[in-house]
């Protein structure tokens, strides 16, 4: 990346601009401890020293992800809540009455869960709510709709995640975030790149150089076309005489 101290001080401001327009306070957001949530809630905190909060959520989660988000908070002196969201999710599985759910939809309840609970501490505080989605699980459509998709501002869905690597050195991510295989945590052992089929190389290589492996290219082209409906609001019915 280019001139990163310059790239993240523009990050900063503009975070403060858009949360200045929107009349807010400061800034919410889930802290994983995986680097992309490191990574912002590092700009948020130089955003906002004193009005920015992390809230860690477990939900039937490796323990060692809690662990990691208080050595993010710690390294960075983030004020952090937390909400234990396993009993919420039991409940809601228990109360749907479906036979044979499917895997990837009672996956898909953590971080719908996780976007309820930051909205309710934002409009508690007059906070806006911060994603993490980078721009490689962007284009692929690696990301839950209406979960963690569902943010007001996304300040680092313009870079690989290649860049969101590189700002987590810049801004003093301990180590161990930044070498930990990437995952969303959904279940147990779940690794971002085995669940993708391909490895962040690739597909950076892709969206930067729009080069791969043919039947790579293949799979995150069709990813994309499949996932475009996540990138936009929902279509709207236009009677066909107006």
């Not at 280019?2 to 957001?29: P, Q, S, T």
């Not at 999710?89 to 009455?97: F, G, N, Q, T, V």
């Not at 898909?108 to 911060?130: C, D, E, F, Q, W």
Request: glycine fraction near 8%.
């Amino acid at each position: 990346m280019d001139n990163i101290e310059k790239v993240i001080d523009e990050i900063v401001e503009w975070l403060r601009i858009k949360v200045e327009n929107a009349n807010g306070k400061g800034l919410v957001f889930g802290l994983s401890g995986g680097v992309d949530s490191a990574v912002v809630a590092g700009l948020a905190k130089k955003a906002f020293p004193e009005s920015s909060l992390g809230i860690i959520m477990p939900c039937h989660s490796n323990p060692i992800d809690e662990e990691h988000a208080l050595l993010v908070a710690d390294s960075i002196d983030l004020k952090t809540e937390k909400v234990d969201l396993g009993s919420t999710y039991d409940e809601l599985i228990k109360a749907a009455h479906i036979e044979k759910p499917n895997n990837l939809a009672k996956a898909n309840i953590k971080p719908r869960l996780r976007m309820t609970t930051l909205y309710y501490y934002a409009g508690s505080y007059n906070y806006l709510v911060l994603g993490s989605s980078n721009k490689s699980e962007f284009t692929v459509g690696y990301f839950t709709k209406h979960g963690d998709s569902g943010v007001d501002l996304l300040p680092i869905a313009y870079f690989p995640k290649r860049d969101v690597w590189e700002m987590a050195r810049y801004l003093g991510i301990p180590k161990e975030i930044i070498e930990k295989a990437p995952t969303a945590g959904l279940w147990e052992d779940q690794t971002d790149e085995d669940e993708m089929g391909f490895g962040y190389d690739v597909l950076d290589d892709y969206i930067l150089y729009k080069k791969g492996p043919k039947d790579l290219v293949e799979k995150i082209e069709r990813m994309h076309r499949i996932s475009e409906h996540k990138r936009s609001f929902p279509p709207i019915f236009v009677p066909q005489n107006e």
